[in-house]
């Protein structure tokens, strides 16, 4: 009996491979890819992050551009700068939450000068991913102007090169034109039960 | 006329800052989480595999079970082990995955082996954080006896241990059990085109 769920198992496991293998084997292609972590659960800059981080555990140079700053990015930028500043750029270049500077003119400014900065980072063959956290928060209040980012992901992107753009509210174009979208989506979250921010788990 | 957008702006965004320092004040509880990632998308493990670089950065112990040991797991075991060793047990216990080994009675041995490393570890008082990485995967097998997880995660886990299990199909009874979750959906996939899987983003 035991004998008979053990060889039933084996069989179905043997196809459940053949075709996964026979999938695989179609799958050859190799190109940078744009990627997208949306919505409104955790886990869209953390996951990016640990993209950044496969590159770095490869020996593949790679960069990430913060729009947003906020208290929250301590540990990734530590890590980052005191482990990996020779594979891996960081570039903080938002003031912190829109809603802590009350300045838009001055969030426009740090928006535009990180977009300034990301394309340069992106168009360096020698760079493999480009990580622009929380771009989709710029986009969405038009701090950067949407068609002028699509346009440079399009034509002037490396074909090798990713880039992976997090942040909420994604704009529907942006999906539209990337190869690989997330959607987080929360399903429950500690913060309704007066739980605060924690180390390792907020930042 | 920018002025008075500006002004507009300003006072928005006061009210927005005033709300959520109000809000973030009555946050004052801690506790160790019980995180689930799940859903069909990317980021589970990786977003997982990020806190777990978030606690090694703020200098919390922490340490990692692989349940379903594949190859793409290469480049997050080669950062931990290669650079923080010191601060991140990581244990590997799965054969691969299960249509690999087609062995169901020798994955079962390797799932249970899996689980007593984790409670040991999850037991441990000094390890701040443990990743259960694919667990979702054992569980839905049936490898894991599902109520005597729940049992270990409500009467045993330290009040301040986070333990984040990960992998799709997470179970009802898991998802009731644990403080955040989060559903990883898949929106686009460049498989679909036939691209393979690639270094730095999926392994």
Not at 22 to 37: A, D, F, N, S, Y
Not at 134 to 156: K, P, Q, S
């Amino acid at each position: 009996m035991q004998t008979d769920d053990n060889t039933r198992h084996a069989e179905k496991m043997a196809r459940i491979k053949a075709a996964r293998d026979r999938m695989m084997q179609e799958k050859q292609g190799e190109k940078g890819l744009v990627i997208v972590h949306t919505g409104k659960g955790k886990g869209k800059s953390s996951s990016g992050f640990g993209m950044i981080l496969r590159c770095i555990a490869h020996g593949m140079p790679c960069a990430v551009v913060q729009f947003i700053k906020g208290a929250w990015d301590t540990g990734e930028r530590r890590l980052l700068t005191t482990h990996f500043g020779e594979l891996c750029q960081f570039h903080a270049m938002g003031e912190g939450f829109t809603w802590e500077t009350q300045d838009r003119e001055r969030d426009i400014a740090a928006a535009r000068a990180g977009w300034e900065k990301a394309k340069e980072l992106i168009r360096d063959p020698s760079i493999r991913m480009v990580l622009l956290d929380e771009i989709n928060i710029a986009l969405r209040y038009d701090y950067l102007d949407l068609d002028e980012v699509l346009a440079f992901l399009r034509d002037e992107k490396p074909p090798m090169t990713h880039v992976v753009l997090t942040g909420r509210n994604a704009k529907p174009e942006l999906i539209a034109l990337a190869d690989l979208v997330t959607e987080m989506e929360q399903v429950k979250h500690p913060f309704r039960d007066g739980i605060k921010a924690q180390p390792g788990v907020e930042f």
